[in-house]
């Protein structure tokens, strides 16, 4: 095994595996990379690390991008796509609609598109098999089970649905972490980490700081 420092990060290589270590900083230019569009997060009042968002107004959502296709690197398909993840914590507890969950995203291809993307992936929980205690610090994960340097549970996204042709060769375009915008008002969630597995090749953790 091989340690190399990067600047912010550090790649960690094992065989043929990278593990990549990042940190974003909420208010950096490259956290406004990560949430473009929608709320905002903030700091938490409690000074937990991570991005905090606040459910204001009933149209108050996040989306946090943590990977995006550029043409400068390898293209990487939707069946290259081994596992995404986020540890977050839940601190307000209506239904369902409070937990975030994930979508992946395919590239357009200018035939049978659907606006900016043209297929897209969800994962979401199922709450008859999943319990949510407020306040705990989880790790929300899809496809398969990642590993992650804390103690935490582990809930898997089980529910699946679709939208377009949603084939493996398909381009993947982006991979964000959702909050649902049918939550009710008032609801937080803490977002504190972010990975994805890239063809068991490329390991990314990326931590959300303040």
């Known amino acids: 095994m ?4 990067l600047a912010n990060q550090q790649l960690e290589t094992k065989n043929h595996e990278v593990k990549q270590n990042d940190k974003i900083k909420l208010g950096s230019a490259a956290a406004l990379t990560v949430y473009p569009d929608e709320t905002p997060p903030t700091i938490d009042d409690n000074d937990r690390e991570g ?3 606040s459910k204001v107004s009933a149209s108050d959502k996040f989306n946090y991008y943590i990977y995006g296709n ?3 690197s390898h293209q990487w398909t939707m069946g290259d796509l081994k596992s995404v993840s986020m540890t977050c914590s839940v ?3 209506s239904n369902s609609a409070s937990i975030p969950y994930i979508v992946i995203y395919s590239a357009p291809t200018g035939i049978g598109d659907a606006s900016w993307y043209h297929s897209k992936r969800t994962y979401s929980i199922n709450t008859s098999n ?3 205690l407020c306040g705990e610090h989880i790790n929300l994960y899809c496809m398969s089970k990642p590993e992650l340097k804390n103690d935490n549970r582990y ?3 089980e529910t699946y649905s679709s939208e377009g042709d949603n084939l493996d ?4 375009l982006a991979v964000s972490l959702h909050s649902d915008s049918g939550s009710a008002i008032n609801t937080k969630i803490l977002v504190s980490h972010a990975g994805y597995n890239l063809g068991n090749e490329i390991h990314r953790h990326i931590k959300l700081v303040t």
């Open 70 to 72: 550029t043409a400068t």
């Open 130 to 132: 999943h319990k949510i």
């Open 51 to 53: 991005f905090l968002f």
């Open 169 to 172: 060769t398909e381009v993947i």
């Open 155 to 157: 809930i898997e996204l």
């Open 2 to 5: 091989q340690l190399i420092k």
């Open 91 to 93: 601190d307000t507890w």
